[in-house]
């Protein structure tokens, strides 16, 4: 099982493939999910990471650098840098870099309790898969910098999945070191964070990517002196524990 952790760019593997290059995260149950799956694909101009599939996993896909086309049940999008795509369960989908120089994006798949168990899948989810593009969401101004939200609801197997995406000002953190039942992913796209995890603390650049597990204290704050971006997804499964109830006023 896979705790709380910092996964820096500058140290993952980076292993050849035949349509460009690959960098593995996890590949581990956490304390909610059954399964966290996360790697870092690069394609070459005019390659495909593979044809139109399916899976019971649930899968995120967030582009780092490049043009892809998005294929989910047939139909196909267009999508650029800080663009997020969503495959719900089984929900037939590929990628393609359409553009002239390579494309770069992280995938995250997930799967709960209730995944492998189609009968057990929410049937009235409120998020199907769905193409975010950066380019069209609403950048709405915070106290230290900036959020874009991107997607809030259900899923087939989540019963929540929250994302949006965070620019802090330089020297500046969002908000103070907290904890949450949901497990939260943060994805680090511009400038330099310096990650708080139970009181230990790691600096990380583009293309790291954190992992909060359930109630853990963490915190984040940009160290650079330019602004920061950085994208955060949060889920909760049945396993999530309940949120503790507030302490009454005296």
Known sequence: MIGSTVFNWEKLVVRPTPNGERRDVADN???????FECHITTLNPGRESHP????????LIIVKEGTVEVHING??????????MFYASNDAHAIKNVGPTRATYWVINVASSVTHTPAAHNQT?????????????????TKTGSRRGVL????????????????????????????????????????TIEFTINGKSEVAGPG???????????GMRNVGDTRAMYHIIRMATAAT???????KKK
């Open 208 to 218: 790291s990517i954190a992992f909060f597990a359930s109630n853990d204290l963490h």
């Open 125 to 141: 989810p409120t998020l199907k898969s769905a193409v975010f593009d950066f380019a069209k969401l609403t950048d709405v101004p």
């Open 29 to 35: 149950p956490t304390p909610t999910l059954a399964v």
């Open 52 to 59: 139109p599939h399916r899976h019971a996993q649930e899968e």
């Open 75 to 84: 139909q196909t999008q267009v999508a650029g840098p800080g663009s997020t």
């Open 152 to 191: 809030s609801g259900s899923t087939p197997t989540l019963l929540k999945l929250e994302s949006h995406i965070t620019t802090v000002n330089a020297r500046d953190a969002s908000h103070a070191a907290h904890r949450h039942p949901d497990e939260e992913w943060v994805i680090v796209r511009e400038g």
């Open 241 to 247: 524990p309940k949120p503790e109830p507030a302490a």
